[in-house]
């Protein structure tokens, strides 16, 4: 009875012993942004799997948590749809001593989808529908606006119901920055942010709440991102560039606006590539963004960080594609590298 | 009582040994730590408060009153006001109210006078049940069941009857602050049958058996005199349900159409506090901007306040007109 017990006060012993082993792996925390959680969460493991000494945590609090808890720095790094303001810079630079680095990651789009009995085709949208509509100006399917760019589909002259994200997302702020560039109107009355005070509409609470308004509600138009389109096999419209031609979301017309921002990529990465010049390219796409100290004091941690990020910049592109994220244009990632220099 | 019981030799009554003997014997113990457990609820009220107070402080100090009385919402202009949110989560708990009340409390009075005592037990087990769920379901609830059937049926009938009334006009979405009324009607109701059914099962059975004797009804005997005696815990239930009305999120955010709104018409889509603060608190960047949303949660937090302190005083004074269990 007694060898069995201290039998097992050993094994105990040992597994408790293993058990520390395998946490003294280096963890390393971030959090933010949610909507490229599914690419980071499969980064994190395949890294893992690879690197079994570094263990990366991401919690998708949203990218103003992640901003937050970052510039407070109860995480090791932070992640956002939206590139952090001057103000924010300049506050985490007052806290630290150091500034804070922007890496884009993937790329991710927003696309138009509505709900009109009656009609199956893929509709057309042009900047000026779009800001209208959601302006609360143009108030009908068959407003010439809308029908004009949809020749040889029977629009109802019914009113047009408008569902937008109720809670603060990057994909409002894709949405929101879009319709600033091409209306004025929309600039000065409501301004790009994560939840603006919209003119006109019902909130539905993340891209299922969106969706979900628009299935119940006829004649309804909503915004959400490609992915859960792709995923649920959502329809969705084309918009028109600035080009003028019609563009359909998907990661070829994405990558195109990519490509397009790569030429006058700032050193700072802070950039919005909605509506870009380029004929081939869907106007409603942004970079997402890791947000990176420029400084750590434990250098462990600082080198375990790089190291992933140079491999997300190879290797971890290659996993984008297959979640329906766009991958970083050349340009961008050879600018990336080496500013990866900066991180110390 | 343990006093009448006692056996004499037991030693001298607790007031008159020394505090070491008290304490030795464990009574000062007892005392003190279940004195500590009472007075953590009331450290937490006020820590509760402090920390609104002092995460709102930048909020406060910007917009004063006018806080209270503003109807814009803009996080990119940094205007922040708390009208709409006030008037949604008024409008839907009372809504709520307005159903739940005479359902719950006809319900109670079934199961607790009438039905045979095997149906009401029985019966118990499931209200106990709806409790219980979880409020996301009955937010699911909402939006595939009651959105629809307000949409296509309840709301034009509305409009056809009663559309004169500016509380029935406007387009019909299906979502907005009747709907949100109605689901949470459902949720709060089994607060309110359960907690009223015991208040009247414990009405004393002299009670009955007197009205009874005088040559009441069934019915009379239980209206008269059954739920006038157990009216300070029924009133209790309703508050309990009130409180849940007010706070309620998940759900409430999933139907009412989250949209700052204020329109005398019930089916135009609204916000409420619980559910603008739920819903804009992960990407709310800003420091003014999270402070307007922590001053909300204070707003509501006073409005839990001010609404108690009515129930507390409705009660003091129902219950100085005689009768009253002290259940609430």
Known sequence: MKRIAGLSVVTLALTMVAAVLVHAALSINGAGATFPYPVYSKWFDEYQKKHPDVQINYQSIGSGGGIKQVTEGTVDFGASDGPMNDEQLKTFQDKHGFGILHFPTVLGAVVPTYNIPGVTAALNFTPEALAGIFLGKITKWSDPAIAGANKGINLPDADIVVVHRSDGSGTTYVWTDYLSKVSDEWKNKVGKGASPNWPVGLGGKGNEGVTGQIKNAPNSIGYVELIYAVSNNIPYGSVKNSSGSFIKADLESVSAAAAAAAKTMPDDFRVSITNPASNKAYPIASFTWLLIPEKFSDAAKRDAIKGFLTWMLADGQNYAEQLSYAKLPKEVVAKEEKALAKVQ | ?328
Request: net charge neutral; proline share 5%.
């Open chain 2, 1 to 328: 009582m343990a006093a009448t019981t006692s056996v004499p030799n037991a030693g001298p009554i607790p007031g008159s040994r020394s505090f070491l003997t008290r304490l030795r014997e464990g009574d000062e113990i007892a005392r003190l730590i279940t004195f500590l457990f009472a007075a953590s609820t009331v450290l937490v009220t006020l820590l509760l408060i402090l920390e609104l107070w002092q995460g709102s402080a930048l909020a406060r100090h910007k917009f004063g009153l006018q806080f209270f009385v503003t109807r814009v919402w803009d996080p990119i202009a940094e205007q922040f006001g708390a009208l709409p949110f006030v008037y949604g989560t008024l409008i839907t708990a009372t809504v709520s109210l307005a159903i739940a009340v005479p359902l719950g409390i006809g319900a109670a009075i079934f199961l607790a006078e009438l039905a045979p005592a095997r149906l009401s037990d029985a019966l118990e087990f499931f209200i106990d049940l709806l409790a219980a769920v979880p409020s996301v379901i009955y937010g699911l609830l909402g939006v595939f069941i009651v959105v629809p059937l307000m949409r296509d049926y309840a709301q034009p009938a509305l409009k056809k009857t009663l559309g004169f009334l500016p509380l029935f006009s406007g387009p019909a979405y299906g979502i907005g602050f009747l709907t949100a009324g109605i689901v949470l009607a459902i949720m709060v109701i089994p607060y309110i049958i359960s907690v009223s059914r015991e208040v009247l099962m414990s009405v004393p059975r002299d009670q009955r058996e007197a009205a009874l004797g005088l040559g009441s009804t069934r019915w009379e005997s239980t209206w008269r005199v059954v739920v006038p005696f157990a009216r300070t815990g029924i009133m209790g239930s309703i508050f309990l349900a009130l409180a849940r009305a007010l706070g309620e999120t998940m759900a409430v955010t999933m139907v009412i159409g989250n949209t700052p709104t204020i329109s005398a018409s019930l089916f135009s889509p609204g916000y409420s506090i619980a559910a603008v603060i739920a819903n804009e608190f992960t990407e709310a960047t800003g420091d003014l901007y999270l402070q307007a949303l922590v001053e909300l949660g204070l707003v509501l937090f006073l409005l839990t306040f001010l609404l108690n302190g009515l129930a507390r005083l409705l009660i003091a004074i129902t219950s100085q007109r005689g009768g009253g269990t002290a259940l609430a």
